[in-house]
């Protein structure tokens, strides 16, 4: 993981003065128990599947669509950050990616149901140029019906 205090001073100087955007809106609600829930992955790793086009630096605020049947040899991780530590992704792709653990939960019955379909942006973006797309990723949970989001920021 870098810190801060890693970077030369420019760059922490740089960081510091970032603003944390403020969303007007309050996205939390009550829903059925667990055990009734149908959940989605949405990460900022990075991540596609091994036959989509990768995420490229400068590239636009989009997402890709990565399959509730891929398996952890189909899905490669292109974040574009240079400071990214991608070990424990290669170790453990369960790590920035945990759908082999919601699959066994669903198994156990903890959880009510895996979504057909999970997402990922790639974190490296600034977050208010993203809502376009974090709408249409919304849009399509809602067809999944998916009532609960694992949210994984890398």
Not at 29 to 46: D, F, K, M, Y
Not at 77 to 97: A, K
């Amino acid at each position: 993981m870098a810190r801060l205090e890693t970077f030369d001073e420019a760059l922490q100087a740089l960081y510091r003065k970032l603003d944390c955007p403020v969303f007007d809106t309050h996205p939390w609600t009550e829903g059925p128990a667990l055990a009734q829930r149908r959940v989605a992955i949405v990460s900022t790793a990075g991540l596609h599947h091994s036959h989509d086009r990768p995420f490229t630096v400068g590239g636009p605020a989009d997402y890709r669509i990565i399959p509730g049947d891929t398996g952890a040899r189909d899905l490669l991780m292109s974040h574009v950050s240079t400071n990214f530590d991608r070990i424990g992704f290669q170790q453990d792709w369960n790590i920035v990616f945990p759908l082999e653990r919601l699959r066994e939960l669903a198994a156990a019955g903890i959880i009510g149901s895996v979504a057909d379909f999970h997402y990922s942006f790639m974190g490296a973006i600034d977050p208010t140029l993203m809502e376009s797309a974090a709408r249409r990723v919304a849009s399509l949970l809602i067809k999944d019906r998916v009532n609960a989001v694992l949210l994984v920021p890398v």
